[in-house]
């Protein structure tokens, strides 16, 4: 046995005794098959100068740009949402992600700058009904867990210079899958804390993600964000 320790916003936060690591890294989900368990796409985000003169259809969204050179930053919340049904999957949360970004930065403050950038990222909020005991703490906030767990995978980031009037566009269909995944067994335990007969019920319970976007732009004049999320687990 040993006590596993996290430091989180420079805060020493002490989860309690587990046993040590298994030697596969990961028991649970060891030897059990692929559960596939729903795909969502997000609608547009749509970044520009002026959202009011060109409105978009829903349910694309659409992001102003700061006037050049300050940065832009962006959330996107509830672009759309999937629910897992309860005893769909033993003991993760797997998923494979495809980002569809298209952007361009474009110098025009007719003097050169130190940062052109572009950041993207999926937020994923987890709800499940079992996170509702206000006794339950979420030791990344200090505060209980109001029934979810939220989360970002990183999917892009660009950042350079740029001479006065330098213009680059870029397209591209870039992909992430799970590793340790959107949430485990092994995570609610040794990174949220949850007791254990609180884990063994999170898969008995309907999960329902909703899904988002954040990030930032500087010196974009114009983009395009979405992208698509299948998740699976390992066989009930």
Do not use: W
Request: aromatic letters at 8%; hydrophobic letters at 40%.
């Amino acid at each position: 046995m040993k006590v596993i320790s996290l430091i989180i916003c420079g805060m020493l936060v002490i989860l309690g005794a587990h046993a040590a690591p298994d030697p596969l890294g990961d028991a649970d989900s060891f030897g059990r098959n692929v559960v596939y368990l729903g795909l969502a796409s997000t609608p547009n985000i749509v970044f520009t100068t002026n959202c009011a003169g060109a409105p978009l259809p829903a349910p694309a969204r659409c992001v102003n740009m700061n006037a050049q050179p300050a940065l832009t930053p962006f959330v996107e919340n509830k672009l759309t949402t999937l629910t897992i049904p309860a005893k769909s999957t033993h003991s993760l949360l797997c998923f494979a992600v495809t980002p569809a970004i298209t952007f361009q930065f474009h110098n025009q403050t007719g003097v050169a700058q130190p940062t052109a950038r572009f950041s993207a990222r999926p937020t994923v909020i987890i709800e499940n009904e079992v996170l509702n005991d206000p006794a339950l703490i979420d030791p990344t906030t200090g505060l209980p867990f109001n029934g979810r767990i939220s989360t970002s995978l990183m999917t892009f980031m660009q950042s350079r210079n740029m001479a006065a009037n330098d213009r680059d566009m870029q397209q591209l269909f870039v992909s992430r899958t799970c590793i340790e995944g959107l949430i485990s067994h092994r995570a609610l335990q040794d990174v949220y804390g949850l007791p254990a007969q609180v884990v063994d019920e999170f898969f008995q319970h309907p999960t329902t993600l909703v899904l988002g976007a954040s990030g930032d732009a500087q010196l974009v004049t114009n983009a395009s964000y979405y992208y698509g999320l299948r998740v699976y687990g390992d066989s009930p």
